[in-house]
């Protein structure tokens, strides 16, 4: 991990069961829990106010969190944080999902299990209740989520966690190559390899049950 700066004295915490990408940046009072997995040029600044990112959770590539000067900017357990989004000085609760490019404001607060649509902003202060939806600019609350949306939410963070270990486990920096090699593997989520064939049946019965032409 090279990433990695002290600020004034204050030197980040990542648990040795947590995934850092060697390109995140990490400064200051900074603290990665057990299981964690932050992705590529993902940046946790913490210089103006501590950053805490629990146990299960994932900041995914290219992610900003900053603590604010009146909250600390808090991910609890779980948390599943996806693409582009940015935490500002806020508090996430536990297994809840940002969206890709969302937008968190400072002292906002979003409750367990909850689901922030992507390229949703969420204004200064605004405090979300458990288990809905939220989305739009700025960000309302849309519905309640379902029993099946809660468990699948479940599923997709304990995707990234086995993510986290794999990634410890396999990962290596390499020179690309200038061609793919014949008979080249394809990888599911779970890390098990699947041929062309394969793949090509799952796309055709996912755009099929989209109504997509296959
Ligand atoms: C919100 C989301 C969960 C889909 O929820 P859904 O209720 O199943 O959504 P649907 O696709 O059935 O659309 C329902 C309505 O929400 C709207 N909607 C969907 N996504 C939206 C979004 N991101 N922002 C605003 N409105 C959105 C749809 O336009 C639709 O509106 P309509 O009823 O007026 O036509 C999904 O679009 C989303 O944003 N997921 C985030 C995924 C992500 O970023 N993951 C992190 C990376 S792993």
């Given amino acids: 991990m090279v990433n990695v700066y002290s600020f004034n004295g204050l030197v980040p915490v990542v648990h040795p069961d947590a995934y850092v990408h060697p390109s995140a940046v990490l400064i200051g009072d900074v603290h990665v829990g057990p299981r964690c997995y932050i992705g590529p040029c ?85 405090q979300v209740p458990p288990r809905v939806m939220v989305a739009g600019n700025p960000a309302k609350v849309v519905r309640d989520l379902t029993e099946k949306e809660v468990t699948n939410r479940i599923a997709a963070n304990l995707n990234y966690q086995r993510l986290a270990a794999r990634s410890l486990a396999v990962m290596q920096e390499a020179t690309a190559l200038p061609a793919a090699e014949p008979g080249r593997r394809r990888m599911q989520m779970d890390g098990t390899a699947i041929t062309d064939e394969k793949f090509n049946e799952i796309t055709r019965a996912s755009r099929a049950a989209r109504g997509l032409p296959v």
């Fill in 42 to 126: 993902a940046s946790l600044r913490g210089d103006f106010g501590r950053i805490v990112v629990k146990a299960g959770s994932n900041v995914q590539d290219g992610c900003v969190v900053h603590g604010g000067s009146k909250q600390d900017a808090i991910i609890e357990e779980n948390g599943h944080i996806g693409h582009c989004a940015v935490i500002h000085g806020c508090h996430i609760a536990t297994g809840v999902l940002i969206g890709m490019n969302s937008v968190i404001m400072d002292l906002a607060y979003i409750g367990a299990s909850s689901i922030v649509a992507a390229n949703t902003f969420v204004k200064i202060a605004m």
